[in-house]
């Protein structure tokens, strides 16, 4: 199945409205992008601490189809899917009590740390993004076959 990741929204989350404040939505996500690397046994403080590559985000986008308040209980799902030799994109689906709220997109180009120039995506990255898309596709073709 597709990688999912629960979460408590924290009042530290909100604005002044008692609502999640939009720019934390994203910091939500990557909580769960870092989650599923570790549940693939990459380390993640070696990937975020002096690497030979990084991942940088290079384009985000948040759908907010209902607001989340303080308490909810959040199912963060994301999809991870290869859209180039040197790149990746994720797509989240945050819902609460099976509803969705709200849905985001990361697009990620690798890296070299030292020349910031692109480069390819490395072995362990590509079974990542395989390994959670094939899971991904099976639960979509469940989930077709159970509304038919």
């Not at 380390?43 to 209902?66: C, M």
């Not at 989240?92 to 985001?104: D, S």
């Not at 073709?141 to 159970?146: I, L, Q, V």
């Amino acid at each position: 199945m597709s990688f999912t990741y629960n979460r408590t929204v924290r009042f530290q989350d909100t604005d002044a409205a008692g609502v999640v404040y939009f720019a934390n939505v994203l910091n939500i996500c990557h909580e769960a992008y870092e989650e599923s690397l570790e549940a693939s046994s990459i380390n993640i403080k070696d990937f975020f601490t002096n690497p030979s590559v990084g991942f940088p985000i290079v384009h985000a986008n948040v759908d907010f189809l209902q607001p989340m308040f303080v308490g909810d209980k959040l199912l963060i799902s994301l999809i991870p899917q290869k859209i180039g030799v040197d790149k990746f994109e994720i797509t989240y689906e945050i819902t609460v009590a099976e509803v969705i709220v709200a849905k985001a997109i990361t697009r990620h180009v690798c890296i070299d740390a030292s020349s910031r120039s692109k480069q390819e995506l490395p072995d362990e990255i590509i079974l990542w993004l395989e390994t959670n898309h094939r899971d991904a596709e099976s639960v979509e073709r469940r989930r077709s076959r159970e509304i038919m």
